[in-house]
Every structure is written in structure tokens, then in C-alpha cells.
């Protein structure tokens, strides 16, 4: 079963924060976070895989709250650059780790 | 970082003709490789997961007989639409990781458009 993200788009001026929502139904294994430009490939951002842990990357840093099957993907202070689709990827605990769905995605544009 | 190469990165065919597309993981050992369909704008959607030396796990509405996915070695996963009609239209992505819950690197796709 896919996650869902909200919100489905977000428009930000640079130095703006945002916040990225992904959540289940199913008890998950471990969250990854993607970024995919236009005509391009998904690139990877992160994974979290323990309840509550928290990780940062530079201004991109994510939640995973294992209990509540949520995470949130934090940007501070954005730049130009993080214009692009978001995408939460989850593994669901009882395929064995086997999976990776995705959620619709998070459309954000970074404006000057 | 690692490298997935995907290869036609478009193909325009014929109803009622295959098409193959090809997967390869250029400098790891891929256990696992996902096949993905995305319509513009819209999300990665799980076709199958192909596990080295298996047979792949469809997911639910997709057709195993028309699309075959093979993952012969540890470095490449093919995936043939087969008899493709007009509807099977899409972008295909593939992306491979060398472990479970390791991170994925992603092909860059493969356009198809069946006339």
C-alpha cells in the first residue's frame, strides 16, 4: 500500500522553510526520502529506519516516528536547488523488507 | 556513487509487438532490483520486485504474463512488455540496491510509445 504525502505542492521564496509529511497504514520498516527533478531520476536523500531517529543532511533533515507510521522531511533556509518532486518511500515491515512504494510526491518550487 | 545504467532510454514500437528494457547495476552487485511506471507528474508506481536467481513478485494488477521480468545475475534485470498496446504507453524506471533496506539508485528511464 502506497503512503501518502501532503501536502501535493508547495511554492516557497528562497530562505523559506517547508515541511514534507509521509504517513502509513502499515507498520513500516524504514522510510526513504527522494528528490527527482524534471526529465531526470530520483536521487536519493536519506533513510530512516529506527523509531524517532532523526537524521541531516546540510538544510534537509528528516523525522520518522515508527509508533505513528509517520515522517516528516524538514528543508530550511531552501535554495534553488531543492526545486523538484518529493518523494517518501516506504518499506512495510511485513514484506520482509522486500517493497519500496512510493507516495504521490510533493511538487516544490523554489521562486527568487 | 553507484551507477545504474537503463537502456533504451526510448522506444516507439508497433501494437501488438515486445519491447525489452535493461537494467544493469554497473559497479555493485544488485540483490534486488524494483521496476517502476510513472505517468507525467504523477508518482513511481511498483510494478514488481525482481530478486536475483527468482522469479519476480508482481504487484496486484499488474500482468506477469505480459510484462516479464527476468533478473538473471546480480547486475542485470530485464523487464519485456509484451504484445504492447497504445495503453502501455509510459515511463518505465528501474532502480536496484545491493541490499535490504539500502538505499536505491535509480536508472534514467526508458520512455515507450506504442503507435
Known amino acids: 500500500q502506497q503512503p501518502v504525502q501532503s501536502p501535493q505542492a508547495v511554492i516557497l521564496r528562497e530562505g523559506e522553510d517547508a515541511v514534507i509529511n509521509c504517513s502509513s497504514s502499515k507498520a513500516l520498516y524504514s522510510v526513504h526520502w527522494y528528490r527527482q527533478k524534471h526529465g531526470e531520476a530520483p536521487v536519493f536523500l536519506m533513510i530512516?529506519?529506527?523509531?524517532?531517529e532523526q537524521k541531516g543532511h546540510e538544510k534537509i533533515s528528516a523525522s520518522f516516528n515508527e509508533k505513528k507510521q509517520q515522517s516528516s522531511l524538514y528543508l530550511t533556509a531552501s535554495q534553488l536547488s531543492y526545486s523538484g518532486t518529493y518523494f517518501c518511500?516506504?518499506?512495510?515491515?511485513?514484506?520482509?523488507?522486500?517493497?519500496?512504494?512510493f507516495g504521490a510526491g510533493t511538487r516544490l518550487t523554489v521562486k527568487p | 556513487g553507484a551507477v545504474v545504467s537503463q537502456h533504451p532510454s526510448w522506444v516507439i514500437c508497433k501494437s501488438g509487438t515486445s519491447v525489452k528494457i535493461e537494467c544493469r547495476s554497473l559497479d555493485f552487485q544488485a540483490t534486488t532490483m524494483f521496476w517502476y511506471r510513472q505517468f507525467p507528474k504523477q508518482s513511481l508506481m511498483l510494478m514488481a520486485t525482481s530478486n536475483e536467481g527468482s522469479k519476480a513478485t508482481y504487484e496486484q494488477g499488474v500482468e506477469k504474463d505480459k510484462f516479464l521480468i527476468n533478473h538473471a545475475s546480480l547486475t542485470l534485470s530485464t523487464l519485456t512488455v509484451t504484445s504492447a498496446h497504445p495503453e502501455d504507453s509510459s515511463f518505465y524506471i528501474c532502480?536496484?540496491?545491493?541490499?535490504?533496506?539500502?538505499?536505491?539508485?535509480f536508472g534514467s528511464g526508458t520512455q515507450l510509445s506504442v503507435l
Open positions: 530512516l529506519l529506527k523509531g524517532g
Open positions: 532502480s536496484a540496491r545491493w541490499g535490504p533496506s539500502e538505499k536505491l539508485f
Open positions: 518511500g516506504t518499506e512495510d515491515a511485513s514484506y520482509n523488507n522486500n517493497d519500496m512504494r
